[in-house]
């Protein structure tokens, strides 16, 4: 990240928020309803009333770009990455592999494919600053998040899947790790610029489509609040009340959607929530890469689950092996707790698809691990140009779908089909 505010860009809508629902949302919640997702207790309810259980994928990486999907292992977070390559090939070189990596990394075909495995919802991590004029993956003043989101809407419909829109990224940083692209602390819990920040880019998002079904809810934070800062219990402390003031910031504009709510400590932790009747149409997120598969192992997200009355969504798994997926999924499918994997797409495998790494990929990978932390380093470091601008518009080729690898074992052991690159539903 360069300048990590720019106050200049304050929305038109910003106000001070209240830390409740406003007056015109209790009167307005179950306005306009039918044709949106609902909840009854503990599930989801389609619009033709019948039970509606999530099972897909996120389209991790595209938008919240991560080092080690592109293989890297130091250079991991989306601010790290495209220093990275600015030092590497050029700011200009480095603008232009962004618009045709957005442009080519996740398309239409993308969405037809992830339907064709039977898949129902796709869950889209963002980056706030595709909502600013604050520099990110090749744009400045000019960014494209609506163009996107629009065009994954519209895929979506195309294809019948739902969309969850996931704050992977939140101004300041919520989790304080690289999968926040932070400065390595969640600053928004000591920065009122970046709280108002969060809900007026909320508000923004919201008031774009408060009519739209194919959307199934908002998530406000991923991974909230890492478990290793000693600051850990007053920051989750403060989680519930700031979600509370995003869903009064959406609330203002939108009252059809669903608001879905992550834990503390890699969305592991719920015992900072109190209050879940703030709402009516909140549901809670875990996520789980690890240990048994088995009910017992979730028993305390479980317990969480029934005391509350509320739907409980699994919004990231994977990097396991076949057979932990396969157990887990049916796990999770006899407790009612929906799914989405996680990624989609990366480099090599352990995803509904690969990417094969193009010619001297590894001169690339080289200098993201060599040492750069001063200007003799860094030229020392370089490669030759031409083979790494090369290396690069390679990728872009490499990630389009019908150059990957369909990693049909981990689909099958989702419970998915695998029903070839270009089919439809």
Not at 225 to 253: M, S
Request: hydrophobic share 35%; proline share 5%; aromatic share 14%.
């Amino acid at each position: 990240m360069h300048n990590k505010f720019l106050l200049s860009m304050a929305l038109a809508t910003a106000v001070l928020l209240p830390n409740h629902l406003p007056a015109q949302t209790q009167a307005g919640r179950h306005a306009g309803t039918g044709k949106f997702i609902q909840i009854k207790d503990k599930d989801l309810i389609a619009p033709d009333g019948k039970r509606f259980f999530i099972k897909g994928a996120n389209l991790g990486n595209w938008l919240n770009p991560e080092g080690y999907m592109f293989g890297f292992s130091k250079t991991n977070s989306a601010r790290f990455i495209n220093e990275m390559f600015c030092q590497l090939v050029g700011p200009d070189f480095t603008a232009e592999f962004w618009k045709a990596f957005k442009d080519n990394y996740i398309t239409r075909e993308d969405i037809r494919f992830i339907a064709g495995t039977g898949s129902n919802t796709i869950r889209l991590p963002f980056h706030y600053k595709l909502f600013t004029d604050e520099d990110y993956m090749g744009l400045t003043v000019n960014q494209d998040g609506f163009a996107r989101v629009d065009s994954v809407v519209k895929w979506c419909r195309d294809e019948g899947l739902y969309l969850i829109l996931d704050m992977h990224d939140a101004p300041g940083g919520q989790t304080g790790d690289n999968i926040d692209d932070s400065y390595g602390y969640p600053w928004i819990f000591e920065s009122e610029t970046s709280r108002q920040l969060y809900c007026d880019i909320w508000q923004k998002i919201a008031a774009r489509y408060s009519d739209e079904p194919v959307i199934l809810g908002y998530e406000l934070f991923n991974e909230p609040v890492a478990p290793y800062f000693e600051q850990k219990e007053e920051f989750n402390g403060k989680l519930e009340e700031l979600y509370k003031r995003g869903v009064a910031a959406i609330r203002k504009v939108d009252t059809n959607h669903i608001i879905l709510l992550g834990g503390a400590q890699w969305n592991g932790n719920f015992s900072p929530f109190k209050d879940w009747t703030f709402d009516s149409k909140i549901i809670y997120s875990c996520h789980r890469y690890g240990g048994e598969p088995t009910p017992e192992a979730i028993r305390e997200i479980i317990e969480f689950r029934d005391k509350t009355n509320l739907p409980m969504y699994m919004g990231e798994i994977g990097h396991n092996k076949e057979e932990w997926m396969s157990a887990f999924c049916r796990t999770m499918e006899e407790n009612n707790i929906g799914w989405t994997f996680w990624p989609y797409k990366k480099i090599h495998n352990s995803s509904f698809v690969g990417i094969n790494p193009p010619t001297d990929w590894d001169v690339v990978v080289k200098f993201s691990e060599a040492p750069r932390s001063t200007y003799k380093e860094i030229r020392q470091a370089r490669p030759d140009q031409a083979v790494a601008r090369k290396a690069l518009t390679d990728f872009i080729e490499a990630s389009r779908l019908e150059n990957n690898i369909v990693q049909t074992g981990y689909i099958k052991a989702l419970g998915l089909n695998v029903a070839g690159k270009t089919s439809g539903k």
